[in-house]
Nanobody
Framework: QVQVVESGGGLVQAGGSLRLSCAASGLTFSSYGMGWFRQAQGKEREFVAGIAWSAAIEYTDSVKGRFTISRDNAKNTMYLQMNSLKPEDTAVYYC???????????????????WGQGTQVTVSS
Protein backbone atom coordinates (compact mmCIF):
# COMPACT_ATOMS: atom_id res chain seq x y z
CA GLN A 1 0.00 0.00 0.00
CA VAL A 2 1.38 3.36 -1.02
CA GLN A 3 1.68 5.94 1.73
CA VAL A 4 2.64 9.57 1.29
CA VAL A 5 3.28 11.73 4.34
CA GLU A 6 4.19 15.41 4.41
CA SER A 7 5.86 17.22 7.29
CA GLY A 8 7.62 20.47 8.05
CA GLY A 9 4.79 22.96 7.86
CA GLY A 10 4.25 25.64 10.43
CA LEU A 11 3.92 29.32 11.18
CA VAL A 12 6.65 31.66 9.97
CA GLN A 13 7.02 35.40 9.51
CA ALA A 14 7.24 36.94 6.08
CA GLY A 15 10.76 36.65 4.75
CA GLY A 16 11.39 33.47 6.69
CA SER A 17 12.06 29.92 5.53
CA LEU A 18 10.61 26.46 5.91
CA ARG A 19 11.57 23.06 4.51
CA LEU A 20 8.81 20.62 3.73
CA SER A 21 9.47 16.90 3.51
CA CYS A 22 7.49 14.19 1.77
CA ALA A 23 8.17 10.59 2.70
CA ALA A 24 6.77 7.85 0.48
CA SER A 25 6.55 4.12 1.05
CA GLY A 26 5.07 1.12 -0.71
CA LEU A 27 6.60 1.93 -4.08
CA THR A 28 9.94 2.16 -5.87
CA PHE A 29 10.50 5.81 -5.12
CA SER A 30 13.07 6.49 -7.82
CA SER A 31 10.74 5.23 -10.55
CA TYR A 32 8.20 8.02 -10.22
CA GLY A 33 7.82 11.72 -10.67
CA MET A 34 6.77 13.80 -7.73
CA GLY A 35 5.23 17.18 -7.15
CA TRP A 36 4.15 19.75 -4.62
CA PHE A 37 0.77 21.43 -4.80
CA ARG A 38 -0.90 23.92 -2.50
CA GLN A 39 -4.40 25.00 -1.70
CA ALA A 40 -5.19 28.29 -0.06
CA GLN A 41 -8.46 28.74 1.76
CA GLY A 42 -11.28 29.27 -0.72
CA LYS A 43 -9.08 28.60 -3.74
CA GLU A 44 -8.37 25.68 -6.02
CA ARG A 45 -5.39 23.41 -5.51
CA GLU A 46 -2.49 24.57 -7.67
CA PHE A 47 0.85 23.25 -8.85
CA VAL A 48 3.90 24.60 -7.04
CA ALA A 49 6.89 22.51 -8.10
CA GLY A 50 7.71 19.09 -9.46
CA ILE A 51 10.45 16.66 -10.38
CA ALA A 52 9.74 14.34 -13.28
CA TRP A 53 11.02 10.78 -13.54
CA SER A 54 13.53 12.21 -16.03
CA ALA A 55 14.82 14.55 -13.28
CA ALA A 56 13.41 17.59 -15.06
CA ILE A 57 12.27 20.27 -12.62
CA GLU A 58 9.50 22.80 -12.95
CA TYR A 59 8.22 25.63 -10.77
CA THR A 60 5.20 27.83 -10.96
CA ASP A 61 6.20 31.41 -11.73
CA SER A 62 5.29 32.82 -8.33
CA VAL A 63 7.86 30.68 -6.49
CA LYS A 64 10.75 30.72 -8.95
CA GLY A 65 13.92 31.92 -7.26
CA ARG A 66 12.46 31.35 -3.78
CA PHE A 67 11.56 27.65 -3.63
CA THR A 68 13.81 24.67 -4.39
CA ILE A 69 12.57 21.14 -4.92
CA SER A 70 14.82 18.14 -4.44
CA ARG A 71 14.63 14.44 -3.77
CA ASP A 72 16.74 11.83 -2.01
CA ASN A 73 15.95 8.46 -3.53
CA ALA A 74 17.99 6.64 -0.91
CA LYS A 75 15.67 8.05 1.76
CA ASN A 76 12.47 7.84 -0.29
CA THR A 77 11.96 11.50 0.48
CA MET A 78 11.29 14.68 -1.46
CA TYR A 79 11.86 18.17 -0.14
CA LEU A 80 10.66 21.68 -0.78
CA GLN A 81 12.94 24.39 0.55
CA MET A 82 10.93 27.59 0.80
CA ASN A 83 12.78 30.86 1.29
CA SER A 84 11.65 34.50 1.33
CA LEU A 85 8.17 33.39 2.22
CA LYS A 86 5.27 35.73 1.61
CA PRO A 87 1.80 35.87 3.16
CA GLU A 88 0.38 34.74 -0.19
CA ASP A 89 2.29 31.46 0.20
CA THR A 90 -0.06 30.56 3.04
CA ALA A 91 -1.81 27.31 2.14
CA VAL A 92 -2.01 23.62 2.78
CA TYR A 93 0.85 22.00 0.87
CA TYR A 94 0.37 18.57 -0.63
CA CYS A 95 2.87 16.05 -1.92
CA UNK A 96 1.84 13.97 -4.92
CA UNK A 97 3.30 11.07 -6.90
CA UNK A 98 3.01 10.56 -10.65
CA UNK A 99 3.33 6.96 -11.85
CA UNK A 100 4.08 7.94 -15.44
CA UNK A 101 7.69 7.95 -16.53
CA UNK A 102 7.44 11.37 -18.07
CA UNK A 103 10.20 13.51 -19.50
CA UNK A 104 8.47 16.75 -18.59
CA UNK A 105 6.91 17.64 -15.25
CA UNK A 106 3.14 17.22 -15.16
CA UNK A 107 1.44 20.27 -13.67
CA UNK A 108 -2.18 19.12 -13.55
CA UNK A 109 -3.78 17.46 -10.55
CA UNK A 110 -5.16 14.57 -12.57
CA UNK A 111 -1.64 13.53 -13.64
CA UNK A 112 -0.83 12.50 -10.08
CA UNK A 113 -1.90 9.18 -8.64
CA UNK A 114 -1.07 9.31 -4.95
CA TRP A 115 -1.51 12.21 -2.52
CA GLY A 116 -0.56 12.99 1.03
CA GLN A 117 -2.85 14.55 3.61
CA GLY A 118 -1.15 17.93 3.45
CA THR A 119 0.76 20.17 5.82
CA GLN A 120 -0.26 23.70 6.74
CA VAL A 121 2.07 26.58 5.97
CA THR A 122 1.10 29.95 7.42
CA VAL A 123 3.12 33.08 6.67
CA SER A 124 2.36 36.10 8.83
CA SER A 125 2.93 39.65 7.66
Amino acid sequence: QVQVVESGGGLVQAGGSLRLSCAASGLTFSSYGMGWFRQAQGKEREFVAGIAWSAAIEYTDSVKGRFTISRDNAKNTMYLQMNSLKPEDTAVYYCAINRGRTVVVPTTLRAYDYWGQGTQVTVSS
